[in-house]
């Protein structure tokens, strides 16, 4: 019971926090969106880490470890890793000195078509609202082993709120709750690892068993080149996936939201290793054979944990989904209601813009909720794919535009429709080809291709365009 109501106590302070803040952003889209951009370093980097670090990490990536390996898993969330200095280096000061809200407004600040108005929030949209599916099992299921309840019961209440807090506290409610999760997480991730190592007699105690009893748990997989197209779906996804990008924005400054990102990514890093070396193989031990990966962490949980602990472990793992899905929630929303609509709505009254802000939020919490009923498996999979999509449609418009002076409209047109394209096409045809192909590996150069072809062939887009993206440069 003391379980229950621990949970229950920390979903109503996100619902407050969502009301609180409703005060200050319901008229004000620069306060939605993006937090009025006066968030300091160290609170966007625990609002970024537990926008990364979501429900499917946590419980994922356990699980992945559990399945396939500890060499297999490392080298997928090696390339999250990796994106973080991507993001530093290629897109955060720039980005944050457009002033802008979302990376679809870049996108058509610097390719001004409408392929780009129209494409890239759909994208955006149907990336997402696969990411959020997978959130929301890690939701239900950790709900289902730890507190006894209904699956379907226990996600559709957690969308209830997350709901809630986003549709009318927006980014300021989300940076908020973020902070809280971030810091919830990494003590949970931190507590969990140091009371199994003490447990074991040492840190890698349990790993040298596992590997020793599993010799496939530390052994890369037979047909593992899926693990390149996992490193490179990450590495080149943190540059530009939306939620990331909105929270560069809501940075004080360019030098602000490069040190959220360094930050991010330490912690990112001790969480991710923590989980792999520590807690998987424990799992590996106690739990052989089960039939859902993503339920080793919970299982875990479950046999080394009081009930506080275990309620405190809950609410951790929501936080985990609520921090990445309410980032989510706000992408997607921001996608349709300011990236398709902005132009209908720009001559609405603030009320309008308001109200449609939070129907969208609405139909698309909905919507996921009605998908999550019925979940995959494997949830690091199902969401990076998801992921994919945006990384081979908008990795090479979004860093040639910024750091290529060939880059032109046509390139930037036709590197997303070729890289977007080819990911969907080899996802859904692949298994036909003779030879096996990872879509992402071939999208991008693909993406690269087009654009380079257009730079190179094309008509530069003038020098006013030149001098709009060189002021991106300057400090």
């Known amino acids: 019971m003391i379980e229950r109501w621990l949970v229950v106590a920390y979903l109503a302070v996100c619902v407050i926090v969502g009301i609180l803040a409703s005060r200050r952003v319901l008229g004000s889209a620069d306060e939605y969106w993006v937090a009025g951009r006066r968030v300091g370093a160290w609170v966007n980097a625990l609002a970024i880490l537990a926008a990364l670090a979501s ?41 944050r000195r457009l002033g802008r809200f979302t990376i679809t407004d870049f996108l ?45 019961t226990a996600i559709t209440w957690a969308t209830v709120v997350f709901v809630l807090y986003v549709s009318f506290g927006g980014m300021v409610a989300v940076t908020v709750t973020d902070v809280l999760q971030g810091a919830l997480l990494f003590l949970l991730m931190g507590a969990t690892a140091v009371v199994l190592a003490v447990t074991a007699g040492s840190p890698f105690a349990a790993l040298g068993e596992a590997t020793a009893a599993t010799p496939a748990f530390g052994q890369l997989p037979a047909g593992s080149s899926a693990y390149l197209g996992y490193f ?68 875990v949980v479950g046999e080394h944990f009081p009930p506080l602990l275990r309620g405190l472990a809950v609410a951790a793992v929501l936080a985990a989904v ?68 945006l990384s081979a449609g908008l990795f090479v418009p979004v860093v040639l535009g910024l750091w290529w002076r060939r880059a032109n409209r046509a390139g930037g047109v036709w590197a997303l429709v070729v890289g977007s394209g080819a990911y969907v096409g080899l996802l859904v045809f692949g298994g036909a080809l003779p030879f096996p192909v990872e879509p992402i590996v071939a999208a991008l150069p693909l993406s690269l291709a087009a654009m380079v072809w257009c730079g190179l062939r094309g008509r530069p887009d003038g020098p006013e365009v030149e001098e709009a993206v060189a002021r991106l440069h300057r400090d």
């Open 55 to 95: 429900g499917g990490s946590l419980v994922g990536v356990v699980g992945l470890a559990y399945r396939d390996g500890i060499p297999a898993t490392l080298a997928l969330f090696a390339g999250a890793v990796l994106g973080f200095p991507l993001a530093t280096i290629l897109v955060a000061a720039p980005l």
């Open 108 to 152: 058509v600040f610097r390719y001004p078509h409408p392929v780009v108005r129209g494409l890239v929030p759909s994208l955006i949209v149907v990336s997402l609202t696969v990411y959020m599916v997978s959130q929301m099992k890690a939701a239900g299921i950790t709900a289902e082993a730890l507190l006894g309840m209904d699956y379907r």
């Open 232 to 299: 490179l779906i990450w590495a080149t996804a943190i540059p530009v996936i939306p939620h990331i990008v909105m929270r560069v924005a809501t940075a004080k400054d360019a030098a602000s939201a490069r040190l959220s990102l360094n930050l991010a990514t330490a912690g990112y890093g001790v969480m991710i290793l923590a989980a792999i070396l520590i807690i998987a193989p424990v799992g590996v031990l106690e739990f052989p054979g089960l039939a859902d990966p993503d339920e080793v962490f919970l299982r």
């Open 322 to 389: 609520m921090s990445t899905t309410d980032a989510f929630l706000l992408a997607v929303s921001s996608a349709v209601t300011h990236d398709l609509l902005g132009g209908v709505l720009g001559r609405r009254s603030p009320r309008t813009q308001a109200i449609v802000r939070l129907v969208t939020t609405w139909i698309v919490g909905a919507a996921a909720l009605v998908w999550a009923w019925s979940p995959p498996e494997l949830l690091t999979r199902f969401y990076t794919a998801g992921v994919g999509l």
